[in-house]
């Protein structure tokens, strides 16, 4: 009996590769929301069929798809968990309508999980995936600042301005170390980077500034690039201080080029006592934080997804939102969403710390490269977390995606099994 003809392996790639280019596309529109800025598009559900088509698409393609166990990967337990239990609280929410309505954004948020951990399974798949999350970034940054008239800056009533920074910030690392690698691209790329720098300062948005000061902290002590031997740039002392003045210099120049409005509110950062959030008002920040935290010791489990507002105006507030992700899941999900929400962070953190210990190869033996995407994912994360220290952002998209990418390139990249002695196979 003749035994069945082997299956070329690009064959059998090809639906994954496929299904990997969908994914990206998909990303694209989901952080982009090309569809809620472009004219003409509003009337064109775009995320809700892309998405749809990325299912539909990785269904048929199942068979074809190595095996990978999302819940035994370190960096998506929590958030898995994390998204489970935003889902499983609509059963004990007190506000079940609110609580429904957001469900449909956290259940999009799991499934891009584990289909994004499932169809990525090489460097050059998260690669795409970068590259999608640049186009998005790219897209909603040149939109700002071509539609820019005075004024905070935002694309339409659909775009609050500190939601657009958040995103911008996020994604910034990533579009910077595409530029490091790119050949023919590069110029372009580093001016997207620039770009995106300047529609997240004309936000006005606090926590941006924030956020883009630790970011640049980071990127001046551990930089995006490679050393002459081909592996990641170290922390050198006086590099850094020397980088460090230049990029204050250069940023002082560059302040009286920003419009009167944006100055004087990021002028508030060093200013807090004239500002709001510090007041004693209920609807200053810290009133509206100190009020939801002592909820929750009433109610440890939570009052469920979505019912942040709602829990501050019954407290006694104004029905204001936290403004913080940390203490929006504290008083939504309770003790047990705090904890499963910091740890998303920590763990994706620390596991990409994996991939970066194998760094110290040469540039052409090939971890190195994915060594840079770890530490750009490292500063993204750490962005994301500051910007997201003063908004509600808990369940947002970017934040899953970022840490999806982040497990699917410890999967990929970081430390492989050691081979089995052949005396033991025997």
């Known amino acids: 009996m003749t035994s069945s003809p082997a299956i070329p392996s690009y064959v059998t790639a090809q639906p994954g590769k496929a299904l990997n280019l969908w994914l990206s596309f998909y990303i694209a529109i989901l952080i982009g929301k090309f569809g809620e800025w472009i004219p003409g598009l509003s009337v064109v559900p775009l995320a809700k069929i892309a998405f749809l088509l990325t299912v539909i698409l990785a269904l048929r393609a199942r068979q074809s798809l190595p095996g990978v166990v999302v819940r035994k990967l370190p960096a998506a337990r929590s958030p898995i968990f994390f998204l489970s239990l935003a889902l499983v609280s609509i059963l004990f929410s007190v506000y079940k309508g609110q609580s429904v309505n957001m469900s449909y954004g956290v259940a999009i948020s799991l499934a891009s999980i584990v289909i994004l951990l499932k169809v990525t399974q090489t460097l050059a798949d998260l690669e795409r995936l970068f590259y999608s999350l640049s186009v998005a970034a790219a897209g909603l940054a040149l939109a700002t600042i071509f539609s820019y008239g005075g004024g905070r800056a935002q694309l339409n009533g659909n775009f609050d301005p500190n939601d657009l920074a958040y995103g911008l910030v996020s994604i910034l690392p990533i ?103 510090m007041s004693s008002s209920k609807d200053g920040r810290s009133e509206i934080w100190s009020r939801d935290i002592a909820a929750v010791w009433d109610r440890p489990i939570g009052y469920g997804l979505g019912t942040s507002e709602y829990v501050n105006g019954i407290t006694g507030g104004h029905y204001r939102a936290p403004h913080n992700s940390f203490i929006q899941s504290f008083v939504e999900l309770g003790v047990i969403g705090v904890v499963l929400f910091a740890l998303s962070y920590l763990v994706a953190f620390a596991q990409l710390g994996k991939v970066l210990r194998r760094g110290a190869l040469p540039l052409e033996a090939g971890p190195c490269r994915a060594a840079l995407y770890a530490r750009a994912l490292r500063v993204s994360i750490i962005a994301n977390l500051v910007a997201g220290f003063f908004l509600s952002h808990a369940y947002d998209a970017l934040l899953w995606i970022l840490i999806a990418i982040c497990a699917a390139l410890v999967r990929i990249e970081g430390p492989k099994p050691a081979p089995v002695p052949a005396a033991a196979v025997s």
């Not at 170290?234 to 100055?263: C, D, K, N, Q, T």
């Open 175 to 277: 579009t910077r170390t595409l530029a490091v690698l790119a050949i023919r691209r590069r110029m372009i790329l580093n001016g997207l980077a620039i770009a995106t720098i300047a529609a997240a300062l004309l936000t006005g948005s606090r926590g941006a500034v924030i956020a883009l000061g630790a970011e640049l902290l980071l990127v001046l002590a551990l930089p995006l690039g490679f050393a002459k031997d081909g592996t990641l740039k170290r922390f050198h002392l006086f590099r850094f201080v020397g980088s460090a003045l230049v990029a204050a210099a250069l940023g002082a120049a560059l302040w009286g080029f920003l419009p009167m409005e944006i100055r004087e509110r990021v002028a508030t950062l060093v200013n807090l006592q004239d500002d709001y959030n």
